[in-house]
């Protein structure tokens, strides 16, 4: 299996712009999770998805942020608009079940000038 | 709220030498327990968990780590370090209500192997 797949794996933008990081999770995992990863915050829970429905979003930092999983094998997080305090390494991970590993992709490293 | 506390931000350990990685958690009930590595670049692989029996659990490339209910603890151990094992390494609390599905990670621990 491929693992965890994120694209892009940078991502350098000016404020104001839109950003969307993309994820493709191992095939027959039902859970996929979003993760934001600073020096100041350290590693952070965004929001996770069963058999692709959204069940908590509570790490959100704020509208700007959403995230989307039109189906089983690919989901999306998107900023707008993009602010500098956004920069982070951003990660997804994908599990089979509620107990089972967590399956994490490279990150995809996001500079907001 | 469940959190975890790593109280050392930045270990140096000569390689051949034994590690010891620190792990304290607050939880209200018998919580679940992992450590996690991220080498430079990469996302975080899993090294062991905890659910429940044995509090001594056996991990990937010679890694364990020892429950202690009553210290509220959960320290990384290996014997000897290999150059390799120069990451970060990270530990995460979860909950038996939510099994790995809101995990709380520590603010990680960088190792340095020197020769």
């Known amino acids: 299996d491929a693992g965890v797949i994120q694209s892009p794996r940078h991502e350098v933008t000016e404020m104001g712009q839109e950003v969307t990081l993309r994820c493709k999770p191992i095939?027959?995992?039902?859970?996929l999770f979003w993760y934001r990863q600073t020096m100041m915050r350290g590693l952070e829970l965004l929001i996770y998805?069963?058999?692709?429905?959204?069940?908590?979003d509570s790490g959100m930092p704020e509208d700007r942020f959403s995230a989307k999983m039109p189906n089983a094998s690919f989901s999306t997080l998107k900023i707008q608009p993009s602010e500098p305090r956004d920069s982070a390494v951003y990660f997804c991970?994908?599990?089979?079940?509620?107990?089972?590993?967590?399956?994490f992709g490279p990150g995809t490293r996001l500079t907001v000038t | 709220a469940q959190s975890v506390t790593q109280p050392d931000i930045h270990i140096t350990v000569s390689e051949g030498a034994s590690l010891e990685l620190r792990c304290n958690y607050s939880?209200?009930?018998?919580?679940?327990l992992f450590w996690y590595v991220q080498s430079p670049g990469q996302g975080l692989q899993l090294l062991l968990k905890?659910?429940?029996?044995?509090?001594l659990v056996q991990g990937i490339k010679g890694f364990e780590a020892e429950f202690k209910r009553s210290q509220s603890s959960f320290n990384l151990r290996k014997p000897s370090v290999h150059w390799s094992d120069a990451a970060e390494y990270f530990c995460?609390?979860?909950?038996?209500?939510?099994?790995?599905?809101?995990?709380?990670f520590g603010t990680g621990t960088r190792l340095t192997i020197i020769p």
């Open positions: 995460a609390v979860g909950s038996p209500n939510f099994g790995n599905e809101k995990l709380t």
């Open positions: 991970a994908s599990s089979r079940d509620r107990v089972g590993e967590q399956y």
């Open positions: 095939s027959g995992h039902d859970y």
């Open positions: 905890y659910f429940s029996g044995d509090t």
């Open positions: 998805f069963n058999n692709n429905v959204p069940i908590d």
């Open positions: 939880y209200g009930a018998t919580p679940y």
